[in-house]
Structures are given as C-alpha cells and as structure tokens.
C-alpha cells in the first residue's frame, strides 16, 4: 500500500470513528447524557418562586413496553401532605398520566391513594419507598410518552445574616437520566441577588426569570444555590437561622471546585474539540515528520533491488520497518542452504518418528559450516541455535520436537530449560532489532507497532490456555464489570476518553515509517521491495521468465520467504515444474517450527501435553450540600 494510500487509510479511520462516537453518545448535540437507557426524562422543567412553590414537570420516556409499573418522584429530605415542625417538602398538586394510581408515601412511611383505585394501597405499600409520590399502573407501562406534573411547597432550610438568606435546593442527585432540563428561578419581588447551579450549567436572565439549561446524566447531582435578599425570609415559609457572613461562605464553596468555574464543561468541551480535530492533527504530524520523497518506480520489479541479508528484507522493508516476524527466520534457513552452509532434507514420519508417506514432516539440516565461519550476528545466532540442539552435526525438526516434549514434563518442576528455548527462538523468530531498524527509518512520532505486532503474535500462537483463561475470566467478571461500563455510558467525559482511545488505535497500528521518516534513498528501495514482491504475487508475471534458471529460482524463493509470500513462488515453482532443493523445505518450515514455538508454551498445571455542612436537613453551603435530593425515577 502507497503512504499515500496508508494516511489517507488512517486519518478517514480516526474521522469516522470520532464522528460516529459522537453521533451515537450525543456529543455533537445528541442525547449522551440518556445513551442506552430503555427509560428516561425526555424533558424536565422545574419552576422556583420566591414564596417557597415549586412546580415540577416530568416528561418519561419508556421504550420497552412492559417492563415499568411506576414513575415517581422521590426526595432525600421529608415529604408530607401536612405542617412539620422541620424542614420538608409539602405535596400541593399531582397531574398524572389517564388510567393510572396516583400516591403518595410521606415521610413516615404511611401511603396514601391520591386517585383511581384505592385498593392498589397494599402493591404500593410494597413498592414505594418513604418520600415518595407518583403514579402506578400494575399492568405497566406501553412504550411511549407521559407526563407527570408536580406542586410542592418547599419549607427549607435558610441561612441568613444582614445581607443575604442563603437557600440551597438540591432537585436531584439519584435519578433517571434527564435529555433536557431547564430551570427557571422567579424573580418577581427582586430578592435575587446570585445563583450558583450545581453542576455548572448555561444561565440566561430573561426579564425576571433565571432560566438553567442543560442535559443531566443519570444520578448527576442537580442544585441550585441561592443568595436572596435577607427580606426573603419573611415571603418564604422556611427555617432559618443566623450564620454570620453567608456570603462569604458561598462564594467560598463555590470556588472550591463546586461552583464558579465550569471545568466539566470546558473539560467535555475541549475533548470534543480533540474527537474532531485528531485527524487534522496527524495529517499534519505527517506533513511535518513523515512526508517522503516521490519517486517513480516500476509496478514490478523482476529483480532482487539490493543484496541485503534476507532477515533485514523482512524487518525493513516488509510491512512495517519496526515489526520482524517468522518469516525472516525461515528465509535465513533457506538462504543457508542456497549458499552451502546447511543442507536441508525433508522427509515424512508418523508419530513415532518413523518414516511414511503421509503425517508430519522432518527437517534434518546437515549444518556444513560453524557460526564461526559467518560474519552477520543474526545468522551466527540462528547457527549456533542449530547447532545447539543438533546431534552429530544435524538439526532434526523431529528430535528436537521429542526434547521440547520432554522439557515439557519436567517445566511442572523446574520451567528455566523450556524459558530459555523460548525466549532463544522468540529472539530469532519475532523480536525486532530497532537500533537497526533506526538506522533506515527515523524513529516515528506515533506508533505502537512494537506492541501491536506482538499482540497479534500472542493471539495466533498454538497454545491458546492464556487466551481461554482470560476469556473465562472476562466472561464471568462481567457483573463486576457492569457498573463500570455503565458508567462509562453515562460520563460524557469517559466516552469521550474512550472514543478518543479508539481513535488512536488506526495511527497505532499503522506502518511505522508513516509518522517517521525514511533516512537517506531508502524510501526508494522500500517501493522496490514492494515492487518486487507484487511480481512474486503475480503469477502471470512470473511465469514470463524460464525454468531454467535455477539460480535466479532460488534466489526468489528466499527473498520471496522474507516478504512473506514464499508461498506464492513455491505454487508458481510446482506449476512450472521448476525442481529446487529448497522448495519443499520452504512449504513445510512454517508448520514445523511453528508447531516446536508452541510446544515451549510451559503447561498448566492442570493440563496434560496436549464544604457542605448539614444544617437542619440540609442547606449546607457548596455544591451537594443542599435540601432535596431524589430526583425522577422509573420501577
């Protein structure tokens, strides 16, 4: 794939994912704050008058039909029909929704039928919880709409001093998910000389009317902090006590974090703003510290562009410059043989490691020279592996499969033996050299190459117990785990945190030279590898070139084995009849020595080889500490 190709890949990713995400959890004007709930406050209207009324509108949405048999309206603090001798709310007025059960359990406990039938007493009884009112239909709720209006008089709890009585309403703080909410706080008499909602929300004044609006998200504390003129005490039907300097007290508990600054929104705010310009922002990281050379370069290239070592065709210019892979492993090997260091024979054995014409294969390698004789350190290091576990001067695929077996059964005691063959060939097979690797590319801006590529090593290997075990895990945590992705749902800022996450996986995992940059000319051979390798793909075009030509076979089938597709020369080898030592070897090193990789997997035990002070019930000063509390909610 072209660079060009590979950003323009890339950034469309990062855009689609962060637009979608928005989409879905409502941060381009959706409704995140109600994501995923199968019933919500679709609208909420709360309307505060000087004289203590509070009139309430609740608009449900229910979605799944069935499911819900009240929708109510609960409080924290004492909810009555009659005086108290302490603060509380005093039920006025209840409009419900045609063919339901209006009641109320006040603060006491005793329920009460407001309306319909008197009988359904005892259900509620059983249901309601204390300081509670709303509406019951036993047979429940048809997905839909309804509407539910409330009247309280609120008695409250007030704070007063010669300047200001302090009044801290608490509406919600455990509750549905509110899609929209407004607020309006009645000025009529001019008593009204600050308001701090809690959390901060968007505060219009419209003639004498303080209009709050926003989306609340589900058990998000809804508050409204109050400085009136002390005369409103007289107006309002409250508790009130003497504390002196109330004003300082509540701007001080508005600067703490509670109030005043709107972080959680400059916060939402900002993300939002990183969602959607992250794809301009790499488009540019590429245009400064990736954008590279143009040069032109033939569609195919029948030639070997530069005689390198076969394992830096792989680790450079394969792929990803900072990923190395099998592959180079294999190509070494078949490279020996090409060039007299070893001599590969393949031969069919059954289980018992005797000889037959079907089951498995074994490699035996006659290793002809030392690593002594080498002068690369990988090839002396993929050597003197062979020679390590050979015997009388051959590597058999079989015997060392039967050592591993062996390694296997004594690892339940003493595991190093099995370690340390493991970690040998994950060093040769999948462990990139990256001081090389520096050495062509500049080192990238952003990637995580190096972890994605072994991540998907780990998923593809043989043995799959730690997979199924933490799968096993995963499956039976997820009741633990709910809360969390509930929460997540829930917090816009923790979406957006997530859908950012995502967002960076496609510049994770693409090629590493796309935010770094290829040193001197190198750029130039790495699209005639690439070139190169789409001539090895294409039969038709390999087929243009004789049988004949052994040397020019060979050498394609190893370098074909580093770019990965030395399966593709083997089939076009077979069906023009082109007859090399290493083309059997080639076919079956994968499924052998992957099959040696994984039998260094140690087993399981188990397993076989195979500021806010209380006040008079509320009232305190700062965000959550005032009267109220509950909020809509839905049984």
Request: aromatic content about 12%; overall charge negative.
């Amino acid at each position: 794939m072209t660079e060009e190709r590979s950003l323009a890949l890339v950034i469309a990713s990062v855009f689609l994912i962060g637009a979608v995400g928005l989409i879905l959890t409502g941060g381009l004007g959706g409704d995140s704050a109600v994501y995923g709930e199968d019933v919500y406050v679709y609208e909420y209207r709360a309307d505060f008058y000087p004289n203590g009324t509070l009139e309430e509108l609740f608009v449900y949405q229910i979605s799944t039909s069935g499911k819900y048999r009240m929708l109510y309206r609960s409080f924290k603090d004492p909810l009555a029909r009659g005086e108290l001798n302490k603060p509380y709310f005093e039920l006025l007025e209840l409009r419900p929704p045609l063919g339901t059960t209006t009641y109320i359990r006040d603060y006491s406990g005793r329920v009460e039928v407001l309306s319909g039938d008197p009988s359904m007493v005892y259900d509620i009884q059983s249901l309601a919880l204390i300081n509670e009112v709303g509406c019951y239909r036993p047979e429940r709720f048809s997905r839909g709409r309804y509407e539910i209006g409330y009247r309280f008089k609120v008695h409250p709890p007030l704070e007063c001093d010669n300047q200001y009585c302090h009044l801290n309403l608490k509406l919600a703080d455990e509750h549905l998910p509110y899609r929209s909410a407004t607020i309006a706080i009645h000025d009529e008499n001019g008593s009204l000389r600050r308001i701090f909602p809690h959390p901060p929300m968007d505060v219009v004044q419209t003639g004498d009317v303080w209009l709050i609006r926003g989306s609340i998200p589900k058990d998000e504390l809804v508050e409204v902090e109050i400085l009136f003129a002390p005369e409103v005490a007289e107006t309002l039907d409250g508790f009130s006590r003497n504390v002196t300097e109330v004003g300082n007290k509540t701007f001080a508990a508005n600067d703490d974090g509670h109030g005043g600054v709107d972080w959680y929104t400059i916060l939402e705010r900002g993300l939002t703003g990183l969602i959607l310009l992250l794809p301009a922002g790499l488009f540019l990281i590429h245009r400064r510290y990736g954008r590279e050379k143009e040069y032109t370069v033939p569609e195919t290239l029948s030639y070997v562009p530069e005689k390198r070592k076969p394992w830096l065709v792989n680790l450079v210019f394969n792929g990803d410059s900072f990923d190395f892979n099998e592959n180079g492993f294999y190509a070494t090997i078949l490279d020996f043989q090409r060039r007299g260091i070893i001599e590969i024979e393949s031969e069919m054995i059954d289980d018992n490691g005797l000889l037959t014409s079907s089951n498995k294969a074994n490699l035996k390698m006659r290793l002809l020279k030392g690593p002594e004789d080498l002068d690369d350190d990988y090839e002396k290091d993929v050597l003197s592996f062979l020679k390590a576990y050979s015997s009388g001067g051959v590597f058999s695929t079989a015997t060392f499969e039967d050592t591993l077996k062996r390694m296997r059964k004594d690892a339940k005691i003493d595991p190093s033996s099995l370690n340390f063959i493991r970690e040998r060939m994950k060093r040769l097979m999948y462990v990139p050299n990256r001081e090389i690797c520096g050495r062509f590319v500049a080192r990238p801006r952003l990637s995580s190459g190096a972890f994605v590529a072994e991540s998907r090593r780990w998923i593809r290997r043989p043995n799959f117990n730690v997979l199924f075990i933490l799968i096993f895990f995963l499956i039976f945590s997820m009741p633990f785990l709910g809360p969390i992705v509930s929460w997540i749902l829930q917090s816009s800022v923790a979406t957006m945190l997530v859908i950012l996450g995502l967002q960076l996986v496609p510049a994770a995992i693409a090629p590493s030279a796309l935010f770094g940059r290829w040193k001197e000319e190198y750029y130039k051979e790495k699209l005639e590898w690439d070139a190169f390798r789409r001539h090895l793909k294409d039969f038709a075009s390999i087929q243009k070139y004789a049988p004949e030509d052994l040397k020019m076979w060979e050498e394609w089938l190893v370098y074909g084995a580093a770019l990965g597709v030395g399966d593709k020369v083997v089939e076009a080898m077979e069906a023009l009849n082109v007859q090399i030592p290493e083309m059997r070897p080639a076919g079956e090193m994968h499924e052998v020595f992957r099959h040696s990789y994984g039998l260094t997997i140690q087993p399981s035990s188990s397993s076989n080889d195979g500021f806010g002070g209380g006040g008079l019930g509320g009232g305190g000063f700062g965000g959550g500490g005032g009267f109220g509390g509950g909020g809509g909610g839905a049984r």
